[in-house]
């Protein structure tokens, strides 16, 4: 079909892991100021789900299309 690219869902959650990623890798370390570890875990994951999220949005499409 000509207009089958320009109908499909193109939901895929990656702004929301973008988001998800932004709210842990700013908030984390603040809300656990005494627990060191924890907060640099999750300083570590908001960066990794935050990556996650940005290659599901923006690049994923572009390296299949190749």
Do not use: W
């Not at 869902?9 to 988001?19: D, E, P, Q, V």
């Not at 060191?36 to 935050?50: K, Q, S, V, Y």
């Amino acid at each position: 079909m000509v207009h089958g690219e320009h109908n499909r869902s193109r939901n895929n959650g990656g702004f929301a892991l973008i988001i998800l990623g932004a709210l842990l890798l700013f908030l984390a370390p603040t809300i656990y100021p005494e627990m060191r570890e924890l907060g640099t875990m999750a300083f570590i994951g908001g960066i990794i789900i935050g990556s996650i999220g940005f290659y599901l949005k923006f690049f994923r499409d572009k390296v299949k299309q190749k």
